[in-house]
């Protein structure tokens, strides 16, 4: 009984932590997302200085 339980809670925590490394993933990938659109928009308008 005891073993049957510890084995029913198991996949819950497991999938709580992917959940949370799924959130902190988005989370990263959106921030580097935001700079590179940064860098990109800092690019363009840099060579939009330098060719006037």
């Given at each position: 009984?005891?073993?049957?339980?510890?084995?029913?809670?198991?996949?819950?925590?497991?999938?709580?932590?992917?959940?949370?490394y799924y959130?902190?993933?988005?989370?990263?990938?959106?921030?580097?997302?935001?700079?590179s659109q940064?860098?990109?928009?800092?690019?363009?308008?840099?060579?939009y200085m330098?060719?006037?």
């Amino acid at each position: 009984m005891v073993v049957k339980d510890e084995v029913g809670m198991e996949p819950i925590t497991y999938v709580g932590n992917i959940n949370r490394y799924y959130t902190i993933y988005k989370q990263i990938f959106s921030l580097q997302n935001a700079a590179s659109q940064q860098m990109a928009e800092k690019a363009s308008s840099l060579q939009y200085m330098l060719s006037r």
